[in-house]
C-alpha cells in the first residue's frame, strides 16, 4: 500500500527543463515511477528524454492524465505552480522549492485545505515508497521496502535514520519530508493520520525540531488516535533562542518551540524519544523485536 | 529580519499610522542639532535589535538641544545585552494620557494572522497574557478572506475602548497595520506602546517590526534597511559569503550538510560533554568552493580547538564529498585537528580516500557518535 506516492502515481513535474528538475525528474523515472509529463510555459511539444512537455498542467492532466505534480520552479513562481496544480485537479503536490514567503504559505495553506487537496512541503525533499515511486530529492538507494512509516521536518538527518534502520534490516513504507518551513501543507497530525490507515505501516518514526508545536500537536494525536507505535527523535536541544538554524521555521520564539518542551509533551504521553538518530533506529528494532 | 524602531517607525508612517516627529543620530552633535530642529522637549532612545532597552537606560528625556546631546552622549556606545550602540533616535516627547498595546503577529499554530490588542499597554505582553487574559482582545483574520473593518470594531470594543474619538482612530490604526503587515510580508507589527496623549491623539510610541526573509526579494527598500553593523560579526561574514552559520559559545566547530543533520550533531558534540562552537549547514552536496567558505569563517573564531564534519551523502557520494574537502584543505591551511564523519552512499570509498591523503590533522571516524567524541577529545588537547 504505502502513502502519497506508489504505482498509481502518474506524476506531471513543474520545472522539468531545469536543471535541477530535469535531474531530479529522471531519477525518480528511474526508481519506477511513472513521470508522464513535464510543464514548463513555452515549451510545450519539447520532450525530456522521451517525457513529454506542456505549457500547462491543465494539459498535462488531460492529456497525459497526471494525478501528482512536483514543484520544481524558483521560489518567485513556486506560489503561482502549487494555485496552477490544484486549479487542474491534480490531487496530490509536493513542492521541493526552498524559500516561498510565509504569506504565500498562509494563503495556499488555506485554499488547498479547503479543497481537499494533498501538499507536501514547501522547503521538503518529498516522498519516496521504496519499490514503488519516488517524487523528490529523497536517495532511494539508502532505503529499502518495509514497514515502517518516517515522516521528518528535515531531510539529511531522515536520510541519516533511514540508513541506520536499513543497517538494522529494516525497510519502511513511505517515507515523507513534510518540510523546514514554518507553514506547511501537511503536518505531522495529517501524516500519523495517513499511516494509521496504511496496511503496510506497521510503525512510524517521527522526526521533528525546533520551532512550532506540531510535534506537541502530534504526541496529542498519537495518545487519541494511533494503534501503530510510533517513536520519535527531535533535533535542536543546544539551539540558541532567536535563531534560525538553518530551516526557515527552525526558530525558537521566546520560550515557544524548544526541543525539551517537544520531549517531554511526546514522552508524557508514553512516546519514546531517542537522544540520537542510532538510537531512534535502535528503539523501532526493539519495538519489532518485541 | 527585525527591523529598529526608527525603520518599523518610517514603515508605520508610510502607511498612514500615526508617529511623532524624530531625528535619526549617531554622534552626540547630530542629536543636539535634531533637538534643535524638533525644538522643545525630546526623547533619546538606543536603537537595538534587543528587548530592554528603557530598563537598560538606553532611553532618556532630554529638555533642551545641550541635554539631548549630553544623553546621546551616554547612550552611544553603550552595550545593552551584549548590542552595542551606534544610532540613537530623536523624537519629540509626548504628553502621555493612556498606554496601550496593539500587535499582529503571524500565528504558526493556527496558520493565521492574529491581532492582539489591550489597555493595559507599555509593559510585557506575555505578562498580561498570564497576570490578566480577559484584558487581552484576540482576534485572528482568515488569510483568504483578509481583513475587514469589523475585526477593529470587535477588538476594541471586547478592549474596553470607550471614549468614541478614541475608538475612532484605534480602529483606523488597526486597519491601517494590517495593510503594513501584509504590504511588507511581516511576521510580527507590534506598537508597545500605543499612546493616547493628553491632547486625545492616538499615536504609535515605539515599533517592532520583522519581516519574512523569504519575502525580501520583492521588498528590496526593506532588504536595504538591514544593519549589517548589528550583526554577529563572523554571522556577517557567513552571510556575505553565503554560508548558513550561527556562532555559539564553545570550542568545537560543527560542520554538517542539511539543517537537521547539523542540529542533530550539535546536540551529539553537546551530548558527549562537548561546547559546540557554531551550527554550519553546507546544504546538500559538498562542492570544495563550499567547504572552504565554511572553513574560513569557522576558523575565524578564535575560540575552536577542534573542527567535526558530519556527513551524510544521499545522492551527493561520501568520495564527492571526501574529493571535496580534501581540495578545499589544499586551498587553506588549517592546523586544528579536523575529524570527518562520512557515512551513507560510498562511505567506505570517501573515509578511504581521507585516510590516503596526506594530513596528520585530518581523522576519519565511521560514526556520529565516534566522530563527536573524537573532536571533542581533540579540542580539549
Known amino acids: 500500500m504505502a502513502i502519497l506516492v506508489d504505482r498509481d502515481t502518474r506524476l506531471v513535474v513543474q520545472g522539468l527543463t531545469g536543471s535541477e528538475g530535469r535531474f531530479h525528474g529522471l531519477r525518480n523515472r528511474e526508481h519506477g515511477t511513472q513521470v508522464v509529463a513535464g510543464v514548463t510555459p513555452g515549451k510545450g511539444g519539447q520532450d525530456v528524454e522521451g517525457i513529454p512537455i506542456f505549457d500547462t498542467v491543465a494539459k498535462a492532466v488531460s492529456d497525459a492524465g497526471a494525478n501528482t505534480a512536483m514543484v520544481f520552479v524558483p521560489a518567485p513562481f513556486a506560489a503561482d505552480a502549487m494555485y496552477e496544480a490544484v486549479d487542474a485537479g491534480v490531487g496530490t503536490i509536493i513542492c521541493i522549492t526552498e524559500g516561498v514567503p510565509v504569506h504565500e504559505m498562509l494563503r495556499i495553506h488555506a485554499y488547498v485545505h479547503a479543497r481537499g487537496v494533498t501538499l507536501i512541503g514547501p522547503n521538503c525533499p518529498g516522498a519516496l515508497s521504496p519499490g514503488q515511486a519516488n517524487v523528490g530529492i529523497i536517495p532511494a538507494e539508502i532505503f529499502r521496502e518495509g514497514s515502517v512509516g518516517l515522516v521528518s521536518r528535515s531531510g539529511t538527518l531522515t536520510y541519516q535514520i533511514g540508513h541506520e534502520l536499513t543497517q538494522l534490516g529494516l525497510g519502511n513504507s513511505t517515507i515523507v519530508g513534510i518540510g523546514g518551513d514554518p507553514v506547511v501543507g501537511s503536518s505531522f497530525v495529517d501524516l500519523l493520520s495517513l499511516f494509521e490507515a496504511d496496511s503496510q505501516t506497521e510503525q512510524v518514526v517521527m522526526v521533528g525540531e525546533i520551532g512550532g508545536d506540531e510535534e506537541e500537536k502530534a504526541a496529542a494525536f498519537i495518545e487519541a488516535e494511533m494503534s501503530k507505535p510510533v517513536v520519535a527523535y527531535i533535533a535542536g536541544f543546544t539551539a540558541p533562542p532567536g535563531k534560525t538554524m538553518g530551516h526557515a521555521g527552525a526558530i525558537i520564539s521566546g520560550s515557544a518551540g524548544t526541543a525539551q518542551a517537544k520531549k517531554d509533551a511526546l514522552e508524557a504521553r508514553g512516546i519514546r524519544v531517542g537522544t540520537t538518530p542510532t538510537e531512534t533506529a535502535e528503539l523501532v528494532a526493539a519495538l519489532i523485536r518485541a | ?381
Request: hydrophobic share 45%.
Open chain 2, 1 to 381: 529580519m527585525d527591523l529598529h524602531e526608527f525603520q518599523g517607525k518610517e514603515l508605520f508612517r508610510r502607511f498612514g499610522i500615526p508617529v511623532s516627529e524624530g531625528r535619526l543620530a549617531t554622534s552626540a552633535g547630530e542629536a543636539r542639532a535634531a533637538a534643535e530642529e524638533l525644538g522643545g522637549q525630546v526623547v533619546v532612545k538606543a536603537q537595538v535589535l534587543v528587548g530592554g532597552r528603557g530598563k537598560a537606560g538606553g532611553i532618556k528625556l532630554a529638555d533642551t538641544p545641550a541635554d539631548a546631546s549630553e544623553r546621546a552622549g551616554e547612550i552611544l556606545g553603550m552595550d545593552i545585552r551584549g548590542h552595542t550602540v551606534r544610532k540613537v533616535w530623536v523624537e519629540r516627547a509626548s504628553d502621555i494620557a493612556r498606554e496601550y498595546y496593539l500587535s499582529i503577529a503571524f500565528d504558526r499554530s493556527a496558520k493565521q494572522p492574529l491581532f492582539m490588542f489591550t489597555t493595559q499597554g507599555g509593559i510585557d505582553i506575555e505578562e498580561v497574557a498570564t497576570s490578566s487574559p480577559d484584558a487581552l482582545a484576540r482576534l485572528h483574520v482568515d488569510p483568504l478572506e483578509g481583513y475587514h473593518p469589523w475585526h477593529a470594531r470587535r477588538l476594541v470594543y471586547q478592549a474596553g475602548v470607550e471614549d468614541p474619538a478614541e475608538q475612532k482612530q484605534i480602529v483606523a490604526i488597526i486597519g491601517k497595520l494590517y495593510e503594513a503587515f501584509v504590504g511588507c510580508e511581516a511576521m510580527l507589527c507590534e506598537i508597545n506602546p500605543l499612546v493616547v496623549t493628553t491632547d486625545g491623539e492616538v499615536r504609535a510610541l515605539d515599533s517592532k517590526f520583522t519581516v519574512d526573509d523569504n519575502a525580501l526579494f520583492r521588498h528590496p527598500e526593506i532588504a536595504e534597511m538591514r544593519d549589517v553593523d548589528a550583526a554577529e560579526p563572523l554571522e556577517a561574514l557567513a552571510r556575505e559569503k553565503d554560508v548558513t552559520y550561527v556562532k555559539l559559545d564553545g570550542d568545537v566547530g560543527v560542520l554538517g550538510n542539511g539543517a537537521g543533520l547539523t542540529m542533530a550533531t550539535v546536540d551529539v558534540v553537546t551530548f558527549v560533554g562537548g561546547r559546540p562552537a557554531d551550527f554550519c549547514d553546507l546544504g546538500g552536496g559538498g562542492d570544495a568552493q563550499g567547504v572552504v567558505d565554511a572553513l574560513e569563517v569557522i576558523t575565524k573564531d578564535h575560540q575552536v580547538r577542534a573542527i567535526f564534519f558530519n556527513i551524510f551523502g544521499g545522492i551527493t557520494r561520501c568520495d564527492e564529498v571526501a574529493r571535496g574537502i580534501l581540495q578545499a584543505l589544499e586551498q587553506m591551511t588549517i592546523e586544528l585537528p579536523i575529524v570527518v564523519r562520512l557515512d551513507g552512499t560510498n562511505a567506505e570509498e570517501g573515509r578511504r580516500l581521507l585516510r590516503d591523503a596526506d594530513g596528520s590533522n585530518l581523522h576519519t571516524e565511521a560514526t556520529m557518535l565516534d566522530g563527536a567524541r573524537r573532536a571533542v577529545e581533540l579540542a580539549a588537547v
